[in-house]
């Protein structure tokens, strides 16, 4: 049951359960392998990030795991439907309290198992689906799950990859750069090491996002990779894909497109690296 005791409640079918053809994969799974794993903290970077990958390697099989820290239907998001029309985005799995994607699972641990043993894609990536809670406070927003995910996906001895909330364009100090709720992620809820990935912007900008980075915990926890992702505009164009971030185009807040862009050339390099 999905929505438990609530009016609301609906019966899924998971893919862990005793009844399920997959029931024993999920039982005997030992490791992901190094399978790559990229986590965000909003649905519009879901978007850029896949569409970048496949613009560059056509041929890469994505999954992508909706959380249920924003809407919980994922027939909420005319985003997935359009990705997965244009076969950009293979499956979906919807965890927790989410539903309605290909696959149900009970939680992220299974969700990322189910991703390497039932799905076998080549790249996962996960983030909550449309809308998002903040509270102007350092710890009150659903996008802090990102710490926690990519606990999750090194447990399981996964190749994890933080996609950075990025922005210039943002009016609120508290976002300006790398914002604090990706810096919160990943200097105190994210306990394990991981790869993050930072954009190669105008030099003003990267000196700015350079001392964010001395000032938290964020460089000596984490292996920091930066790309060039100013390519996204040649992939969003390319699959006829008109994003918006807290309604703003990329036009509007370049800076979080190109973000974007460097986190799925950074996958799309390492992926290269392992075959």
Request: glycine letters at 8%; hydrophobic letters at 35%; aromatic letters at 8%.
């Amino acid at each position: 049951m999905k929505l438990r005791y609530t009016p609301f409640q609906i019966k899924c079918f998971a893919v862990e359960e005793q009844e399920s053809i997959y029931h024993d994969k999920i039982k005997s799974f030992k490791s992901l392998d190094n399978d790559i794993v990229l986590v965000g903290s909003l649905h519009s970077m879901l978007a850029p990030v896949a569409s970048m990958i496949k613009w560059l390697r056509p041929n890469t099989s994505i999954n992508y795991i909706m959380t249920d820290s924003g809407a919980l239907p994922i027939d909420f998001s005319f985003t997935v439907k359009s990705l997965k029309e244009k076969g950009i985005i293979d499956n979906t799995i919807t965890i927790g309290h989410a539903f309605g994607g290909d696959f149900e699972c009970i939680n992220i641990y299974t969700g990322l198992i189910t991703a390497k043993e039932v799905i076998k894609s080549d790249i996962t990536i996960v983030c909550m689906g449309p809308g998002i809670v903040g509270t102007g406070t350092k710890y009150g927003f659903s996008g802090i799950e990102q710490g926690y995910i990519l606990n999750a996906v090194s447990i399981l001895k996964g190749s994890g990859f933080a996609i950075p909330r990025i922005s210039f364009s943002d009016k609120r100090d508290r976002h300006r750069g790398i914002s604090h709720h990706t810096i919160t992620a990943l200097s105190e809820t994210t306990l394990s090491r991981c790869n993050v990935v930072l954009p190669i912007l105008t030099k003003n900008k990267n000196s700015f996002i350079e001392t964010q980075l001395d000032q938290t915990e964020i460089r000596n926890k984490h292996n920091i990779i930066y790309e060039d992702g100013a390519n996204i505009i040649n992939a969003l164009n390319h699959f006829k894909l008109n994003v918006t971030t807290m309604g703003r185009g990329y036009n509007d807040d370049t800076d979080y497109f190109i973000s974007l862009g460097a986190v799925g050339k950074a996958a799309v390099n390492y992926l290269d690296g392992l075959q």
